[in-house]
């Protein structure tokens, strides 16, 4: 009898503590952990739940319907590979609202410098990418008093 | 109506029985044949891909701007998604490498420009490897590989004990200074499930980075890498990266 009751009571602690792991177990591990693989899945919808800022090149004829003009110019011009985000910086905000919400554009003291991030002459620049040497290149003068930005060849 | 003996009912049960028994196994085998002959990752589709042509980077540093505008990444240097090197070929035959603040302001000419003998931007960001070792180290499953094969990190999750970080051969990954989280490129996924391209290459103003589905072999992606002569960054890590670069030069680490 007395055997009986140390084998019970061995039983009995191996049920609790296997009970008590699977309900911390339980507790522990997210819902979605180990649906798709060794992860939560949901943590897939709150990276696609982020907002986005750019409109990117889908939202060409959004800015068509407002800004004809440039859109048409740069088509045809060496810049037609260049989104207007590239530029005027992110608009997804603009697109959404365009009456509240402006985007920028680069002041005339500084577009020397701005159009330099591509064009100022660089030997680590891409041969036959066009480039200039700002320091003679009309020094002074903004870049927009003679190139139109929207198709800069004369 | 004639009467059953016990031979006739047995035989009929039987035959009732191996029926059955083949008209449950039926579509079981039918999945099963579909399983061997075309595994699930093969065709998974879209599964994403990345490419960046050297030869035509500018190092505008646009990307760079673009990406931490898209990501909120911290516009402080040493916190990058993506960043864009420099690299210059002496006559020497020293190999110098220099991003100043990761490329965001673009680059200043170089002084010494009369003994270099070649100098080409590298753009870099995350490899996408299909054997990543960030997820292999990874202690709570926080970093993971998508069902289309993109390496993403649960911010939730995400204990910060940057053992990844110290992992990835690459340096794609940076520790977030106020999330307290690993942080890397995430091919912009809320971007590419609405539709829309990563936010670096829609700024990219001379189409240095493709981005597309490997899975679709008419894609832009899939067409620049059979059309073009590419390679990975270290191949003999193993870790067979889904980001491939077109005129990438031996020194480029």
Redesign the interface.
């Known amino acids: 009898m007395k055997d009986l009751d140390h084998l019970l009571r061995v039983a009995a602690t191996f049920v609790v503590v296997t009970v008590g792991f699977l309900v911390v177990r339980g507790f522990l591990i997210p819902p979605t952990f180990g649906k798709l693989g060794h992860y939560r899945a949901a943590a897939v919808d709150d990276v696609k739940a982020m907002p986005v800022r750019y409109a990117g090149r889908a939202a060409r004829d959004a800015c068509a319907r407002c800004h004809a003009g440039p859109v048409r110019d740069r088509a045809s011009s060496s810049h037609r590979g260049v989104w207007c985000e590239t530029c005027h910086g992110a608009a997804g905000a603009h697109a959404a609202d365009p009456k509240s919400v402006k985007p920028g554009r680069p002041a005339k003291g500084e577009m020397r410098a701005f159009c330099g991030r591509c064009h100022a002459s660089n030997i680590t620049r891409p041969r036959g990418f066009p480039q200039v040497n700002l320091s003679v290149h009309n020094p002074g003068a903004a870049c927009t008093e003679c190139h139109d930005s929207h198709k800069p060849k004369l | 109506m004639r009467r059953l003996d016990r031979r006739r009912f047995l035989r009929t049960a039987l035959g009732a029985v191996v029926a059955y028994a083949a008209s449950c196994l039926a579509a079981p085998l039918a999945r099963a044949q579909r399983f061997f002959r075309a595994p699930p990752w093969k065709i998974r589709t879209p599964y994403w891909g990345f490419a960046v042509d050297i030869?035509?980077?500018?190092?505008?540093?646009?990307c760079v701007d673009?990406c931490k505008?898209?990501?909120d990444v911290p516009r402080e240097p040493f916190y990058f998604r993506t960043w864009v090197e420099?690299y210059?070929i002496r006559k020497s035959g020293e190999v110098t490498v220099d991003s100043p603040n990761g490329g965001l302001d673009?680059?200043e000419?170089?002084r010494d420009?009369d003994s270099?003998v070649k100098?080409?931007?590298v753009p870099k960001l995350c490899n996408l490897c299909e054997n990543s070792p960030c997820i292999q180290v990874c202690p709570v499953?926080?970093?993971?590989?998508?069902?289309d094969g993109v390496v993403?990190?649960?911010?939730?999750?995400c204990i910060g004990c940057r053992y990844c970080i110290q992992a990835c051969p690459y340096g794609t990954r940076y520790y977030h200074p106020t999330l307290k989280v690993a942080d890397k490129c995430?091919l912009c996924?809320?971007?590419i499930?609405?539709?829309?391209?990563p936010?670096c290459v829609?700024?990219?103003?001379?189409?240095a980075r493709i981005f597309g589905d490997l899975s679709d072999p008419r894609s832009p992606l899939s067409r620049f890498i059979a059309e073009n002569p590419v390679q990975v960054l270290k191949p003999a890590m193993g870790t067979q990266p889904k980001l491939a670069y077109k005129g990438l030069d031996r020194e480029v680490r």
Do not use: Q, W
């Open positions: 030869t035509k980077c500018i190092g505008c540093g646009k673009a505008t898209e990501n420099r210059a673009g680059f000419p170089m420009e270099i100098a080409f931007f499953g926080a970093t993971f590989k998508t069902e993403l990190i649960d911010r939730k999750y995430s996924y809320h971007r499930k609405r539709g829309l391209n936010a829609e700024v990219c103003p001379t189409d």
